[in-house]
Each structure stands twice: as C-alpha cells, then as structure tokens.
C-alpha cells in the first residue's frame, strides 16, 4: 500500500496554473527524485504535500488519511532552513524538540547526520554543509515515515553533495523520501525513481529506463528529460 497518494492535483494562482493534474503514489521505504527546471512547481507541490497550501483540485492521502494540514510524521527541509543563527546546533535542536513536543535524543539526531553536539560554535559559522545536515537533523525530530527535501543540494560542492548523499544513506529503511534537485546525477546516486515536472508529471519512472534511454550517458538525462517537457506542452 501506497504511503502517499496524489490524484489529480491541480494548484492555480490567480489566472496562472502552477500544477496541474498531478498524480503519482510513494511507497513506504522509497526513495524518489523530483527533477524539473526553474519554476516546475516542485516547492508548491512540497508545500502542498506539507498542507501548507490548499490544492485548486485533487486530493492528497498520507498513510490513508486526507492531508488537509501539516501532518507530524512529514518532514521537510527547505532551502530556508529556518535555523537561529546566534545558537548552536544542540541548542538549536532543543528549541525544535520542545515546538514538536519530541522525545528524540538530540544527541543522537546530531550524531547521525556527522555533528557533535558538544560543538560551542553558533551556527552562523557553520558552513553550507553543516547547515544543511543540521537541518535534515531538525527534519527527524518528528520521527517523519515521509521526508520531503527541496533542493537540498543547492550551492554544495560536489564532495558536501557526496557527504548530505550518505548522511540519507544512513537513515535506513524506515523513511520514505522524496528530494528535489536540478542534479540528476545526485539524485541517481540515492533514488531508483525519477519524476520529472514540470507543471505536469512528464516523466515517473526508473532511473534505469533513463538510463537506458540516454545508453549510460548521464548528460543525456537532461536531454530526454527536456525533450520529454516539450512534448507534453
């Protein structure tokens, strides 16, 4: 059974649809990318997901439930992280746990994703890497079976990518994902399954079938994949 389940989503700002007849299910323990060019509507639809936003049209079920507000077992880490830069991670995680009402260690939550709770620097001098890790770490506070990320890879070199990659390897089975990003490549390297928007679903399928659609070579992932928003327009 599906964890989540989309069904003709459609989210309209004024005159102008953002989303528009959207549908697709995650399953419990998967691992999905969401791919798109500038203004897709994948930080819409995360918010959607989240019961930020009302859809137009549509329904969102989670776990067999209507989401019709945020639900407390979804995570989520936008590029906004949300994080008070004048204290450290721990006390910073300790803010979070007491506004979630969580039992979770901080300790360990800190640990998981490569940061010492020990540290007595703010977090303002942390780097985009730490900022980031410590942001998923915020994200798991909920104890999440559905982790939402939207583009959290932005602006990390490619070994601070390589590094927020295996902090999510290391989260195990227990917790869906469904993380958004520009690079393919990245996404690859942690999902089995690509959805491709942009506006609407072009693309939900295997990596593998990209792959085999491109003979291997990852810059024609972004070939296809745009050919594939072409054609749908």
Known sequence: MALISVAGLTKVFGSRAVLSDISFEINRNERVGLIGPNGAGKTTLFRLLLGLLKPTQGEIIFDEQAVGKRHEHIGFCFDNDGLYGS??????????????????????????VGLDATDGRVVSKYS????????????????????????PLLGLDPDGQAEFIEQLRK?????????????????????????????????????????????????????IFYQKVQESE
């Open 128 to 151: 985009l890497g730490m900022r980031k890790r410590l942001g998923l770490a915020r994200s798991l506070l909920s104890e999440p079976t559905l982790l939402l990320l939207d583009e």
């Open 87 to 112: 204290l450290t991670a721990r006390e910073n995680m300790e803010f979070f746990q007491r506004c979630y009402r969580s039992q979770q260690s901080v300790e360990l939550l800190l640990s998981t």
């Open 171 to 223: 989260l195990g089975t227990d917790t869906s994902i469904l993380l958004s990003s520009h690079d393919l490549e990245a996404v690859s390297s942690l999902c089995t399954r690509v959805i491709g928007l942009s506006g609407s679903v072009v693309f939900d399928g295997s990596v593998d079938v990209l792959r085999d659609e491109t003979s291997g070579a990852y810059a024609g992932y972004r070939k």
